[in-house]
């Protein structure tokens, strides 16, 4: 059992990982955070390198290099603690290979360096994560939409995303956030989303600072009777987000989704009570069909 687990979770996982594989961002991403270890340990791209190992070897880490690859493996475990998704890892992963490569290869070779870091500028403009496709029940807002869908029907609990494409927090919570939709979503809970950094003025509008120092992104506001009643993170007096962690279980918890969705369910069972017109005086009768005028 102790092989057949582990194996049984390989092969589960095929699928998400050749869709990975698919996508360019992935393969380029491996292929630059292991770029310092190709280069040192292959041959021949290791004949002819520096080195300050005593037997001369071109083709192995020195201590230096062995020193900064823990002090590597240590920060991204440090930051793996709070992660929540396999994306997460994996980015906090490629994040810090990246940083390390840099900092090998301008030790190595002021030129090899520069180049490095190059390519990896080269990378960032132009291949971006791929953002998530999957089956959602979310309405995505614009700035001139969502004002008046929260409200149109005010029986109606919106619980809105205010996000970012270049956040990667945001692309790590957009498949927790699709598949808290997929079980929550009824007609008096709904799910919607707005890109805030696509339309800055709903940013000001709901006070929710795009700043990657503020650390806002995503922000989830709760909206009943079409006013918001709570929203995570939470921003302290200096306009800082107080640090929260996106998990499912988080926001299941602290949106109370299970009591919310019990009495939307209950609420979109009962007809909407529409409007009374104001009653019109009563004209009252006179005998023997004379109108008030004739008589």
């Known amino acids: 059992m102790a092989v057949l687990a582990p194996l049984l ?3 589960y996982s095929v699928p998400g990982i050749c869709r990975w594989l698919a996508q360019p961002y992935y393969p380029l991403s491996l292929l630059l955070s292991a770029a310092f270890l190709l280069v040192r340990k292959v041959p021949p791209l290791c004949h002819g390198l520096p080195t300050q190992r ?5 083709c192995d880490f020195d201590w230096r290099e062995v020193e900064i690859l823990m002090f590597l493996s240590a920060i991204v475990m440090m930051k793996n603690r709070r992660s929540i998704t396999v994306d997460q890892h994996v980015g906090n992963i490629f994040m810090f290979s990246k940083v390390a490569n840099v900092i090998l290869f301008f030790r190595l070779d002021i030129r090899m360096g520069l180049l490095y870091l190059t390519l990896c500028i ?3 403009m132009t291949c971006k ?14 700035d001139k939409t969502i004002d008046e869908e929260l409200e149109r029907d005010k029986r109606v609990t919106w619980i809105v995303e205010f996000f970012a494409n270049w956040s990667n927090e945001c692309q790590s919570f957009a498949p927790i956030y699709a598949d808290l939709s997929l079980k929550y979503n009824c007609t008096g809970l709904n799910f919607g989303k707005v890109d805030v950094g696509r339309y800055p003025d709903v940013s000001t509008r709901y006070k929710v600072s795009t700043s990657p120092l503020t650390k806002q992104l995503p922000t989830l506001i709760l909206f009943q009777g079409g006013k918001e009643v709570m929203r995570r993170p939470q921003i302290d007096k200096k306009g800082r987000a107080v640090s929260w962690n996106f998990s499912e279980e988080n926001v299941i918890r602290e949106f109370n989704l299970n009591e919310l969705y019990q009495r ?13 017109s104001p009653e019109q005086p009563a004209i009252p009768e006179v005998p023997n069909g004379e109108s008030k005028k004739d008589k």
């Open 264 to 276: 939307a369910k209950k609420v979109s069972k009962q007809p909407e009570v529409p409007e009374e």
């Open 9 to 11: 979770a390989l092969i």
């Open 129 to 142: 994560p791929p953002l998530y496709l999957g089956p959602e029940y979310i309405k995505y807002f614009s």
């Open 122 to 124: 080269v990378f960032l």
């Open 54 to 58: 005593e037997d001369g070897n071109p």
